[in-house]
């Protein structure tokens, strides 16, 4: 895939699973520049996740 970004239906199906990189600097990078983007669902979910990951 090279350094390109990988496309749905190309390079990815429904049925495969995700991952994603959850850390303290990428919560206050969320907190700093994308605040107003977030809604309160997802915001609850951040802090469901952190304990999970044992971020503080």
């Keep these: 895939m090279g350094s390109s970004q990988p496309m749905y239906g190309r390079h990815l199906e429904e049925e495969e ?9 990428s919560i206050d990078t969320l907190k700093e520049f ?3 983007e977030v809604s309160n669902e997802e915001w609850q979910l951040i802090i469901k996740l952190k ?3 044992d971020i503080s």
């Design 34 to 36: 994308y605040r107003k």
């Design 17 to 25: 699973t995700l991952y994603s990189l959850i850390s303290r600097a």
């Design 51 to 53: 304990p999970l990951f």
